[in-house]
């Protein structure tokens, strides 16, 4: 049930029919992407003993941004004791000359879990596109408890795909994806997903309950090759349907 919603500019929100004892959210950006001087704010809040999945309807973009302008997105998501959230949104494509900032911080109560994957792919690979001049600076925070369960940060600027291009870096990577899974059941899915990952992925527990994996790919295509089977693992086999469109 949802008790109170709030939206205004180009960020909407679709409410698709879900699985049952669950909400599925949708997020859209009528802007069709991300450029320099634009603001999102998302909050969400999930109650006790309640299940949300929240995507978004396409590829997000960051685009070409004016000199000294940045794009700007802040995710906050609070989860209560007995809740669970599944954060599936798709991917989102750096394009040349983008500046984006993005923050996501999740606060979860005793006993809540969660499966949280960030996709994120480093210009168009069918169209020949090169990232020679990106700002790209993200940050993910984890809290249990109001302690730290999870930092990660990236930062990229200038010529991210000569960087990407270095064998012990990225070895021509063109796409990444984060996933955190927190539930009683992390340790047990730990082996079958290593099973799935190939030599440019990890997965490890950092706690007993704490799922942490990480994946490079060639391009979106070979990323979702390898991110939708582990998905689907953690997500009781299924996925939004904005997913498989």
């Known amino acids: 049930m949802l008790n109170r919603l709030g939206q205004s500019g180009s960020?909407?929100?679709?409410?698709?029919?879900?699985?049952?004892?669950g909400m599925d959210v949708v997020l859209l950006n009528?802007?069709?992407?991300?450029?320099?001087?634009?603001c999102f704010s998302i909050t969400l809040n999930v109650a006790a003993g309640?299940?949300?999945?929240?995507?978004?309807?396409?590829?997000?973009?960051?685009?070409?941004?004016?000199?000294?302008e940045t794009g700007t997105i802040d995710t906050q998501?609070?989860?209560?004791?007995?809740?669970?959230?599944?954060?599936?949104?798709q991917e989102t494509i750096l394009f040349e000359g983008s500046a984006l900032r993005r923050r996501l911080r999740i606060d979860m109560a005793h006993g809540a879990s969660l499966l949280m994957v960030e996709p994120l792919i480093f210009g168009r690979a069918a169209m020949g596109e090169v990232l020679g001049d990106v700002s790209f600076n993200d940050r993910i925070e984890i809290y249990r408890n109001q302690k730290p369960l999870?930092?990660?940060?990236?930062?990229?600027?200038?010529?991210?795909?000569a960087h990407?291009?270095?064998?012990?870096?990225?070895?021509?990577?063109?796409?990444?994806?984060s996933l955190v899974y927190v539930a009683a059941d992390a340790e047990a899915h730990?082996?079958?997903?290593?099973?799935?990952?190939?030599?440019?992925?990890?997965?490890?527990?950092?706690?007993d309950d704490v799922l942490v994996l990480r994946l490079l790919a060639q391009d979106s295509f070979a990323l979702r090759q390898t991110l939708i089977p582990v998905l689907h693992r953690l997500n009781n086999d299924t996925l939004p349907r904005c997913w498989m469109i």
């Open 11 to 21: 960020s909407k929100c679709l409410f698709p029919r879900g699985a049952p004892g």
């Open 30 to 38: 009528t802007a069709g992407g991300v450029t320099g001087g634009d």
């Open 50 to 68: 309640t299940t949300l999945t929240c995507t978004t309807q396409a590829f997000e973009r960051a685009y070409r941004a004016q000199p000294g």
């Open 77 to 89: 998501l609070n989860i209560e004791a007995g809740a669970r959230i599944h954060w599936l949104p």
């Open 150 to 161: 999870y930092l990660d940060a990236l930062n990229l600027s200038g010529d991210v795909t």
């Open 164 to 177: 990407l291009n270095a064998p012990f870096i990225g070895d021509g990577a063109g796409a990444m994806a």
């Open 190 to 207: 730990l082996d079958a997903i290593r099973a799935l990952l190939p030599e440019t992925a990890g997965a490890s527990l950092i706690r």
